[in-house]
């Protein structure tokens, strides 16, 4: 048997965060959770998760940016996709050419979680049919 897909979720509001973590959970995927990014980033080193789902902004700072320019620039968490949300729609605009250049996928808050669901599957789809081939 496979195992489940691990997705790191890094949101500050735990409303949000127990949301997104049960919908997740109920789609067949384990989640680990962090609501700070110095936590999100410890964990993403700890743990190799096979996606990372951002909030931009945690805690009034862009620490989802941050978590995002850590990933990317360590040969060891630089493969792993990412999602990055946002409330703040202006914010993500004047960070979209960025958020691009890190290869993270963007939605804006409030999103559905359907529309969150087909954007991990859509991210998770490649490496799980590269691994089923393999077996």
């Known amino acids: 048997m496979a195992a489940r897909p691990l997705i790191l979720l890094a949101e500050d509001t735990l409303a949000v965060r127990e949301a997104v973590d049960a919908a997740l959970t109920a789609a067949g ?3 680990v959770c962090a609501s700070g990014g110095t936590q999100a980033y410890e964990l ?3 743990l190799l998760p096979d996606l990372a789902i951002l ?3 945690l805690f009034d700072e862009e620490a989802g940016l941050d978590v995002l ?3 990317r620039s360590h040969e060891q968490t630089a493969h792993i996709p990412a999602i990055v949300y946002a409330e703040d729609a202006g914010r993500v605009q ?3 050419s960025e958020l691009a250049q890190y290869g993270a ?3 804006a808050k409030p999103f559905s979680i359907e529309s969150l669901l087909a954007a991990v599957q859509q991210l998770l789809r490649p490496r799980t049919s590269e691994a089923d081939a393999g077996q």
Do not use: H, K, S
């Open 55 to 57: 909030d931009l902004i």
């Open 44 to 46: 993403l080193r700890r």
């Open 29 to 31: 995927y384990d989640v």
């Open 105 to 107: 996928v963007v939605l």
């Open 69 to 71: 320019r850590e990933m």
């Open 94 to 96: 004047r960070r979209a």
